[in-house]
Each structure stands twice: as structure tokens, then as C-alpha cells.
């Protein structure tokens, strides 16, 4: 079980609970039409209210919102990436998924190697380990769910266009915040204890339990966080959804 970076969850409410989600699932490219058909017209897609910039030219003005959800200076450092509103449709669409988008969120990865306990000839998760993502939890816990939400709807828009770029065809952002947000909501608390066994070369520790194993990638990696940490973040994915007008 290695270290990877941890961050679905900022992205999903932090950048404005910034993110698709409900049962959306990605679909990309489009297929050839059948020999002798022709393709359907594409409809052209809707214009952008006049108050907000062309996607490509979006990142300043994403900025300006955002930097008002979290004063952590690691959220401060992200949101001086560039396409900040691709790579947010791009990482929520992994989510509802079940993926992690770790070059993504590189930037809130925990410091310090995943802990483990031997006892009685056992491997067990080593909750001295949790303590990693004490600072990444809190600043989600921080933020104020009603202005995400505010913020969400505001660059939906956005959100949309980058969407319709990624090539999906079924599910607007909000629909892809929805799925993503129910992705980590369904996630099992891990109590303390957990039995692990060696996973296969490269991969380090797996769970012992097949069907905590058998979770995504997104579930795992929200676990990892231990159950303090992992009931701050989901409590406030629900308020998220909430202040959306989601019932969750």
C-alpha cells in the first residue's frame, strides 16, 4: 500500500465543490458512423454567460473565487496550476469512476511512508499513520460548504465546457460531481486493526480482507486517511451535496 497523493476530496469541495458527480461515468471519443451514414449534425454548444471567461482563459478568474475556500498554503500552491477548471473535470470524472487522480492532486500528498504494526505474526494498519493526513483533512473540514456550493454553480458552466472537451457524452458536471461525491460517501470506515498482506512485486501492502481490497482505487485511498479523518471529509462532501439540493 503505497504512499500516493492524496486530494480527491479538496477538489470536491474545495475548488468549489468544484466537480461532477452522480452515477456519471466518462465515455470518450466518439464512434465512426456506420459505412454509408452520415454523421448527425453536433448541435453547437451553449454559449457561456457573458460574466465568465473562455474556458482556455479561465484560470486568473478561478483563482480569484476559489482563494477565499482554504488559506492552507498547499491549496494556495495548487491553484497556481494552469487549466485548473480541465483538470478538475479531468480528476472528478476519475472519482465517480472509482480511479485516484494522483498527478492531479501531487501536491497534498502526506509526507512520511505508510505504517504498519507487527503483532503475533500478523501486518496490521499502523494508526500512528493517520496522523499524515491530519492537516488535509482539517483544511476540508474548513472549508464552508455553502460558498463551495455557490462557487460550484457559479463555474458550472465551465465546468460543462470542460466536460464536453474530455469527450463525455452522457453527464454534465454536476451530474459528475454527484457520482464523484457518492463514490467517497459509499466508502466503508476502516477501523483501527485492519489485517494486511504482502501484495504482488511493486505494490507493497494490500489489504487482507478481499473486500476491502476489492474497493476503488478513490474508496482506498480515502480509507488510507483513518476513520477520524475519513468522517471530517465525508461529512462535509455531504454538506457539499446538500447545499447543492442533492439529498445524500
Known sequence: MKNPGTLIVLVLLAAGAA???YGARSFLGTPPPAPGLSSAPVAAPPALPANLPPLGKSDDFVRLRASD???ASAFGEW????SLIARLAAATSMIANGKFPRETFA???PRGKFLVLRKGGKVLVDPAGYARYDAFA???AGVDAVAAARLFEELEPLFDAAHRELGEKTAGAR???LAAAAE???TPRLEDGALLKEGKKGIGWVYADEELEARSLAQKQLMRMGPKNQDAVQAKIRA?????GARR
Open 240 to 244: 457539499v451535496t446538500l447545499a447543492l
Open 79 to 82: 491553484l497556481k496550476q494552469e
Open 138 to 140: 482539517a483544511m476540508v
Open 175 to 177: 451530474a459528475t460531481f
Open 107 to 109: 501536491a497534498f500528498a
Open 184 to 186: 467517497l460517501l459509499e
Open 69 to 71: 475556500l482554504s488559506k
Open 19 to 21: 466537480v461532477g458527480i
